[in-house]
T-cell receptor, first 113, second 113 residues
Framework: DQQVKQNSPSLSVQEGRISILNCDYT??????FLWYKKYPAEGPTFLIS?????DKNEDGRFTVFLNKSAKHLSLHIVPSQPGDSAVYFC????????????FGKGTHLIIQP | SQTIHQWPATLVQPVGSPLSLECTVE??????LYWYRQAAGRGLQLLFY??????ISSEVPQNLSASRPQDRQFILSSKKLLLSDSGFYLC????????????FGEGSWLTVV
């Protein structure tokens, strides 16, 4: 049973435009959500997070939106840059998160010049 | 600042051979430690987590085991590797200021032949 779903394995966006990556979850106990970026053969790096008490969090070019009623979150990257080409993972946790994060399968974002 | 290191970075092992991957965290005390695996098409799968010395929780029944002999050391082992153990193994930590955010090491590529 996959509790965190990223239904788009890949996404292609033109440089300078907005990239929107989507994530759905099924476990209503999740109260903290994160996005990670991963390059091949490297560990994921933390990008941005959001608590369930908020519906938006912004950090520079990255904004995460949370719709609790729809159990949906999205990551917006504006403007998209070539260095943004990577695999993006959505993750979620319950409570303090000591027992780890549950990850989606990832979306491969390709920024075209 | 906190840093995490894991080794070896790459290894090729024959079926039936033992495995030992080691991970250490610096700059923090009593971290929560994690082993994840990224197999082809399956995203990031939590294998083990530990909230303290000698305390190991297993998320997936399998051919692997984990140990935490010291506060900031986490070891992933196997007595006899299977072909299905091939993948990209990631050590991670959280705790203290990081809250729910997990930080990953560089990863170890394991190919079982």
């Amino acid at each position: 049973d996959q509790q965190v779903k990223q239904n788009s394995p890949s996404l292609s966006v033109q440089e300078g435009r907005i990239s929107i990556l989507n994530c759905d979850y099924t476990n209503s106990m999740f109260d903290y959500f994160l996005w990670y970026k991963k390059y091949p053969a490297e560990g994921p790096t933390f990008l941005i997070s959001i608590s369930s008490i908020k519906d938006k969090n912004e950090d520079g070019r990255f904004t995460v939106f949370l719709n609790k009623s729809a159990k949906h979150l999205s990551l917006h990257i504006v403007p998209s840059q070539p260095g943004d080409s990577a695999v993006y993972f959505c993750a979620a946790s319950v409570g303090g998160g000591a027992d780890g994060l549950t990850f989606g399968k990832g979306t491969h974002l390709i920024i075209q010049p | 600042s906190q840093t995490i290191h894991q080794w070896p970075a790459t290894l090729v092992q024959p079926v039936g051979s033992p495995l030992s991957l080691e991970c250490t965290v610096e700059g923090t005390s009593n971290p929560n430690l994690y082993w994840y695996r990224q197999a082809a098409g399956r995203g990031l799968q939590l294998l083990f987590y530990s909230v303290g010395i000698g305390q190991i929780s297993s998320e997936v029944p399998q051919n692997l085991s984990a140990s935490r002999p010291q506060d900031r050391q986490f070891i992933l082992s196997s007595k006899k590797l299977l072909l299905s153990d091939s993948g990209f193994y990631l050590c991670a930590w959280n705790g203290g200021y990081s809250g729910n955010t997990i930080y990953f090491g560089e990863g170890s590529w394991l190919t079982v032949v």
